[in-house]
């Protein structure tokens, strides 16, 4: 599984750099996702790591580890696959436009750009 990750990542990041070239750094949510993917792997990579010195060397609860580390892999498993298919499928319904409307709301505003619901308008 984290092999199979491991190259789907590279070859979205291929993909993202051909298209974008260095226009990439502006890609902010594709970036994001892209970050959280290696997040995932990078985790997915230290439970194992852990998990197979532990089971080796024979620690008491290693069977425990085994089991945290398959659910961990599991959960981080579906927020890559739920990544993957957001940056494979730009047009799909994964709140983008509404994201940079707010980033653009923010950016318009120097800040945060809602009045407090306390305030008096009148």
Not at 13 to 22: A, D, Q
Not at 26 to 45: N, P, S, W, Y
Not at 62 to 70: F, Q, R, S
Not at 100 to 118: C, M, R
Request: net charge neutral.
């Amino acid at each position: 599984m984290l092999e199979k990750y491991t190259l789907h990542l590279q070859r979205v990041v291929v993909k993202l750099l051909s298209k974008y070239r260095k226009g990439v750094m502006d890609e902010q949510v594709h970036l994001k996702r892209l970050a959280d993917i290696a997040i995932d792997l990078f985790g997915m990579t230290a439970c194992i790591a852990r998990t197979s010195r532990s089971y080796s060397i024979g620690l008491k609860n290693a069977d425990h580890e085994v089991m945290l580390t398959k659910a961990f892999c599991h959960e981080a498993k579906e927020r890559i696959e739920k990544n993957l298919k957001d940056l494979k499928l730009e047009t799909c319904d994964n709140n983008d436009d509404t994201l940079e409307n707010i980033a653009d709301t923010v950016f318009k505003n120097h800040g945060y750009a809602a009045a407090h619901p306390l305030e008096r308008n009148w």
